[in-house]
């Protein structure tokens, strides 16, 4: 009562109401106007306070947020003079008590240990040559990384077009074999609907330049002269090649042969972890029991957003619910190893990213990393993207730790089988 008494004498000498003086509008009249969305404020403020102190103070665990019982909900009876006193109740969904399993150091997972093989550490260094070599016009045999201009005319009708298309990217073999036996100014026939894996669609506007508005029925069939051919000369094994990869050690081939075998063992040896990970979350997912308040869940998702309906709820619910038990289980263990995320870690999440991807092309302008790193901390999306990802890769950099792992030696061509068959199971959840 006395911060709504408050709140009306501080009304009283700011509010202008027509016929009277400001300040000087007669208590009652301002009540009628005014009260019961004043009082509706003061309620509401000292609700939120209370609730919310009350749940800290108890240590409460609970999921989404309180919600207003409608059977003790009294907002719309208030006495403007502030006499009366108001009971209000919320419903809440508790969160259940955990003892997450397969995390303790008596559970046993399989670590890969991927032999990284020396046709891989050449492909590797080709690759890079690629990458840092220049473009040339060539007349010779067309090769399977070269990128050709076409000349085509549809067979038996009218319609001409010109396209570019990498050579390595045709999906019809036949056609492709057939092209890695001709040269600029030789002809070839294909079918325009399936020279690459892309739909009419695709074709109609890159390969055809067909206007949308065009009703035209195009044939499948064309003939095509090959009008240029571009070609990438790799990149000479010099010093400018080198200081590409800013890293002062890499001096001849060898060194480089070594900076790759590290680089790739890095990242064979991360996703051998992440792969492990990945069955460490599923064991998680499949032997703890988590029960959730499901009629709550389900009202809270309808009342926290407007254009939801219950059909909505009732298709997206098993995937929610799998996604919150998995998220109680991240929170419990960062709550138990007592893991956290500071804005530093953040931005030295974002720096490695930027250096990484700049790293790739060869650029190293450290102002333009620097304004980019700057750029996505202001980013609500990204740093939330980007804490979630820290914060799990410490707590399963902790599982890791703490859970025995058996070493299996092999191959990458195997390993990544593995992780195409782990891909195509998890996507089709």
Same mark, same amino acid.
Not at 104 to 110: A, F, L, N, S
Not at 170 to 189: M, N, P, R, S, Y
Not at 192 to 199: H, I, N, Q
Not at 203 to 227: Q, S
């Given at each position: 009562k006395a911060?709504?008494?408050?709140?009306?004498?501080?009304?009283?000498?700011?509010v202008?109401?027509?016929?009277f003086?400001?300040?000087?509008?007669?208590?009652?009249?301002?009540?009628?106007m005014?009260?019961?969305?004043?009082?509706?404020?003061v309620?509401?403020e000292s609700?939120?306070?209370?609730?919310?102190?009350?749940?800290?103070q108890?240590?409460?665990?609970?999921?989404?947020?309180?919600?207003?019982?409608?059977?003790?909900d009294?907002?719309?009876?208030?006495?403007v003079?502030?006499?009366?006193?108001y009971?209000?109740?919320?419903d809440?969904?508790?969160?259940? $008590? /955990?003892?997450? %399993?397969?995390v #303790?150091?008596t559970?046993? !997972?399989? *670590?890969y240990?991927?032999k990284?093989? &020396?046709?891989?550490?050449?492909?590797?260094?080709?690759?890079?040559?690629?990458?840092f070599?220049?473009?040339?016009?060539?007349?010779?045999i067309?090769?399977?990384?070269?990128?050709?201009?076409?000349?085509a005319?549809?067979?038996?009708?009218?319609?001409?077009?010109e396209?570019?298309?990498l050579?390595?990217?045709?999906?019809?073999e036949?056609?492709?074999?057939?092209?890695k036996?001709?040269?600029?100014g030789?002809?070839?026939t294909?079918?325009?609907y $399936? /020279?690459e894996? %892309?739909?009419? #669609?695709?074709a109609n506007? !890159?390969? *055809?330049?067909?206007?949308?508005?065009? &009703?035209?029925i195009i044939?499948?069939?064309?003939?095509g002269?090959?009008?240029?051919v571009?070609?990438?000369e790799?990149?000479?094994?010099?010093e400018e090649?080198?200081?590409?990869f800013?890293d002062?050690?890499i001096v001849?081939?060898?060194?480089l042969t070594?900076?790759?075998?590290?680089d790739?063992?890095?990242?064979?040896?991360?996703?051998?972890k992440?792969y492990?990970y990945r069955?460490v979350?599923d064991?998680?997912?499949q032997?703890n029991?988590i029960? /959730?308040?499901?009629a709550?869940? #389900?009202r809270?998702?309808?009342?926290?957003?407007?254009?939801?309906?219950?059909? &909505?709820?009732?298709?997206?619910?098993?995937?929610?619910?799998?996604?919150?038990?998995?998220?109680?289980?991240?929170?419990?263990?960062?709550?138990?190893?007592?893991?956290?995320?500071?804005?530093?870690?953040?931005?030295?999440h974002?720096?490695n990213?930027?250096?990484?991807y700049?790293?790739?092309?060869?650029?190293?302008d450290y102002?333009?990393i620097?304004?980019t790193v700057?750029?996505?901390?202001k980013?609500?999306?990204?740093?939330?993207k980007a804490?979630?990802?820290?914060?799990a890769?410490?707590?399963?950099?902790r599982?890791?730790?703490?859970?025995k792992?058996n070493p299996?030696?092999i191959?990458?061509e195997?390993?990544?089988?593995?992780?195409?068959?782990?891909?195509?199971?998890v996507?089709n959840l």
């Amino acid at each position: 009562k006395a911060k709504y008494e408050l709140e009306l004498k501080k009304y009283k000498n700011s509010v202008q109401i027509k016929g009277f003086r400001k300040g000087m509008v007669p208590m009652p009249t301002l009540k009628k106007m005014y009260g019961k969305a004043i009082l509706s404020d003061v309620i509401n403020e000292s609700l939120q306070k209370g609730l919310f102190d009350y749940l800290d103070q108890e240590e409460i665990n609970y999921l989404g947020q309180p919600l207003p019982n409608k059977d003790e909900d009294n907002l719309n009876d208030l006495d403007v003079d502030g006499e009366k006193s108001y009971q209000f109740g919320f419903d809440l969904g508790l969160a259940p $008590k /955990l003892d997450v %399993k397969g995390v #303790k150091d008596t559970d046993t !997972y399989t *670590l890969y240990d991927i032999k990284i093989e &020396d046709a891989k550490l050449t492909d590797e260094i080709n690759a890079a040559r690629r990458r840092f070599g220049k473009k040339v016009a060539t007349d010779d045999i067309i090769q399977d990384m070269d990128m050709i201009k076409i000349d085509a005319e549809e067979v038996g009708g009218s319609w001409k077009t010109e396209f570019s298309i990498l050579v390595d990217v045709i999906k019809d073999e036949a056609v492709k074999a057939d092209l890695k036996t001709k040269k600029l100014g030789d002809t070839f026939t294909f079918d325009v609907y $399936k /020279l690459e894996d %892309k739909d009419e #669609k695709y074709a109609n506007k !890159y390969l *055809l330049n067909k206007p949308e508005d065009n &009703d035209d029925i195009i044939g499948a069939d064309f003939v095509g002269t090959i009008a240029e051919v571009s070609r990438v000369e790799p990149a000479e094994m010099n010093e400018e090649f080198f200081a590409t990869f800013g890293d002062e050690s890499i001096v001849d081939e060898a060194s480089l042969t070594s900076f790759f075998r590290k680089d790739l063992e890095a990242y064979y040896n991360d996703q051998a972890k992440q792969y492990m990970y990945r069955e460490v979350m599923d064991f998680m997912m499949q032997n703890n029991e988590i029960p /959730l308040p499901d009629a709550f869940l #389900k009202r809270y998702l309808i009342e926290a957003n407007e254009n939801v309906s219950p059909d &909505d709820i009732a298709k997206e619910f098993d995937a929610f619910k799998t996604n919150m038990q998995w998220s109680l289980q991240k929170s419990h263990l960062a709550k138990e190893y007592a893991i956290s995320v500071s804005e530093e870690d953040l931005r030295k999440h974002f720096t490695n990213t930027v250096f990484n991807y700049m790293r790739g092309y060869g650029n190293m302008d450290y102002s333009f990393i620097s304004s980019t790193v700057d750029r996505l901390m202001k980013d609500k999306d990204q740093v939330n993207k980007a804490y979630e990802e820290i914060l799990a890769n410490r707590i399963f950099d902790r599982i890791g730790e703490t859970v025995k792992t058996n070493p299996v030696a092999i191959s990458q061509e195997d390993f990544m089988e593995k992780v195409k068959s782990l891909n195509e199971r998890v996507n089709n959840l």
